[in-house]
């Protein structure tokens, strides 16, 4: 289970080392994958071994260097599509980070993956995996006060959420979301103007439930 170590752990990483995923990691991250898949209705499924995906020049423009192994986020087209890529892609990320892998989400920057998308199908957006040359740097966030509404004095476990989600992946930083709590109950909501801006969606939501605790509020 995900926790507060692994997101103050976890920075996004672009160059990796050639060192082979081992075969004991890729069983439990296999195993959590189709648990996932299981849970949400996703295909999502881990590439090893396959440069050729960050070989391209896309890649190259994006600063990674030696990344042979991704995850890709595949489904069924449908509103809540993204969000559910966001927020199981999230799980899967923090888990890998708990194994000590490094990862990073790549919207553009990549070159084709080798990922099986059915007909009807639809490939979300991939996640860099692998073993990072450094554990990456934090990134600069924003202040509770700019991404959440409380009227009152906000209760510690929501600002425990906020600032779990403050130290979630946005697509370059952008934090475009509002974290509302309203009648004991919070809604979550992504900006109208930016890229990725569900799938930060779904990223954020996780974060806020694991610094939360989902224990404590209920989604309105």
């Known amino acids: 289970m995900a926790d507060m170590e692994s997101i103050r752990a976890r920075h996004s990483v672009r160059r990796y080392l050639n060192t082979p995923i081992p075969e004991n990691l890729r069983e439990m991250l296999d195993a959590r994958a189709a648990e996932l898949n299981r849970e949400s209705g996703l295909s999502i499924q881990i590439l090893y071994d396959e440069p050729e995906c960050f070989s391209s020049r896309l890649a190259r423009y994006g600063r990674f260097e030696n990344c042979s192994n991704y995850i890709a986020l595949v489904g069924n087209p449908g509103p809540g599509l993204e969000e559910a890529c966001g927020y199981y892609g999230e799980e899967l990320v923090l888990y890998a980070q708990e194994l000590g892998l490094n990862t990073c989400w790549v919207a553009l920057t990549h070159g084709k993956s080798r990922a099986r998308v059915e007909e009807g199908q639809k490939e979300v957006i991939l996640i860099a995996l692998g073993y990072g040359q450094t554990q990456g740097s934090p990134h600069r966030s924003k202040s509770l006060r700019e991404v959440s509404i409380c009227k009152g004095e906000a209760p510690d476990w929501f600002r425990n959420g906020v600032e ?36 930060d969606l779904g990223i954020v939501k996780r974060h806020f439930e694991i610094g939360a605790g989902k224990e404590n509020f209920r989604w309105a």
Do not use: Y
């Open 164 to 199: 779990a989600a403050l130290l979630a992946p946005t697509a370059v930083n952008q934090q475009k979301f509002r974290f509302e709590l309203k009648d004991g109950a919070v809604t979550a909501r992504a900006g109208r103007f930016g890229s990725c801006l569900m799938i």
